[in-house]
């Protein structure tokens, strides 16, 4: 029983898809894989080789690996192939399907007990008799141990068990683990694909879409806030003061200090943002507020699944906050890009274009060779927080060299 055609041609795309802005080649690739995952458990024959246990999304940050990966588990978990409606897609979408293992790093990285305990679950037969999907986000955090107790498991696929990995990029994961994998390269969306959807889906104006989809370089979850949401807009403001500040040392350093806690700040907003809607879609999965027999078990089975998801929201909050400072250092070196691309006079599109007089006040203030410096200095403060070294130190060292120059 599916809407999705058996054959091998074309396979129409699955509304599930719908959401993958700019990944033209990465729908059909995965529709195709869906369509034969389909045929497969319907014993037609599929489309030969479009199905295959172990795939690895990549991807930069905001180009949607896992939400890909979601898709393509919601694809293959529905009965209709993705419709995107069905109890099984709802299911997914709030994480209580009993065939999607939602993995998701418990500190800053996986553990080997943590990985084994998952590959004995992922072992299990699929209890709605379609595909046991185990989906591992952030899959380039895994400990050296938890990459051989998963390159195990995916070296001995076990036959309805479909393996979804995200990491950034191909090379963030062991060789072996990678050549088992199916590669699915999400691509930065263009600016252009970025602010049709803030249009047509969240009634943008033009002009403020397409700044927005230019200052966030493509990443759709960003653009959106930035354009929608005033305290966004203005902590993005509060980053960028600050290579207008680096001239002297007092007003660089207190730019930083707000870097650092406009970075707290917006991983709160969008912590708070996310806590509360699962929160509740968990307690209407567990039909909080109905009455009847079974109710006081059900309401049991609830406050351990509320913990769990309690548990995995403070995790989220520390990685949010970590991504959040990187992502405003990232800000940070795309502005220092456009002023190289102004000093070299590049004719290439500006993602701060809307910056036009900061740009030139700081490009015609320096030199190209100033400004390569004060990249690398950024780039070595964006290394330095992944060793975990305290984010205002490194921040601070970072400010030393900007003003420097
Ligand atoms: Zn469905």
Excluded at 84 to 97: A, F, I, L, Y
Excluded at 139 to 154: G, P, V
Excluded at 260 to 278: C, G, I, N, S, W
Aim: net charge neutral; with cysteine.
């Amino acid at each position: 029983m599916t809407s999705v055609p058996p054959s091998a041609g074309s396979p129409s795309v699955p509304p599930v898809f719908a959401e993958l802005t700019g990944q033209d080649a990465v729908v059909a690739q995965l529709s195709r894989a869906g369509a034969a995952a389909a045929a497969l458990l319907d014993g037609q024959r599929p489309d030969p080789g479009a199905m295959t246990h172990a795939w690895l999304f990549t991807g930069p940050p905001g180009s949607g690996r896992s939400i890909a990966a979601r898709a393509f588990a919601t694809a293959l978990l529905c009965p209709y192939g993705g419709c995107g409606e069905c109890p099984s897609c709802r299911q997914v979408h709030v994480g209580t399907h009993a065939d999607l293992l939602l993995v998701r790093p418990e500190g800053l990285s996986y553990g080997v007990r943590q990985t084994r305990d998952l590959v004995l679950r992922a072992a299990g037969a699929p209890a709605g008799g379609r595909w046991q999907v185990v989906l591992f986000e952030d899959a380039d955090r895994c400990t050296e141990q938890a990459a051989n107790a998963l390159l195990k498991a995916i070296e001995e696929p076990v036959p309805r068990t479909v393996w979804l990995l995200c990491a950034p990029s191909a090379e963030d994961l062991v060789p072996t683990i990678r050549s088992r994998c199916r590669v699915v390269p999400l691509v930065v969306p263009s600016s252009a694909a970025v602010a049709k959807v803030l249009m047509t889906r969240d009634g943008i104006d033009p002009a403020a879409a397409l700044a927005a989809a230019r200052a966030t370089q493509g990443h759709v979850g960003r653009a959106r806030r930035l354009a929608s949401d005033a305290s966004a807009a203005a902590r993005r403001a509060d980053v960028l003061r600050v290579p207008l500040a680096a001239v002297s040392l007092g007003p660089a350093l207190s730019a930083d200090a707000s870097l650092v806690r406009t970075a707290e700040d917006e991983a709160k907003a969008v912590t708070q943002e996310l806590d509360e809607p699962e929160r509740e879609s968990l307690r209407r999965a567990f039909g909080e507020g109905s009455t009847g027999k079974g109710v006081a078990k059900a309401m049991r089975g609830m406050a351990g699944a509320l913990k769990d998801l309690e548990d995995r929201q403070k995790s989220r909050a520390t990685r949010v906050k970590r991504d959040t400072l990187d992502q405003a250092l990232v800000d940070l070196a795309v502005f220092y890009r456009d002023v190289l691309m102004l000093q070299l006079g590049a004719g290439v599109e500006l993602a701060n274009g809307d910056r036009d007089p900061d740009l030139r006040q700081v490009a015609d203030g320096s030199t190209p060779e100033s400004t390569l410096r004060r990249l690398q200095a950024i780039m070595h403060c964006r290394e330095r927080l992944t060793l975990n070294v305290a984010p205002l130190l490194a921040v601070e060292d970072m400010t030393l060299s900007l003003v420097e120059g």
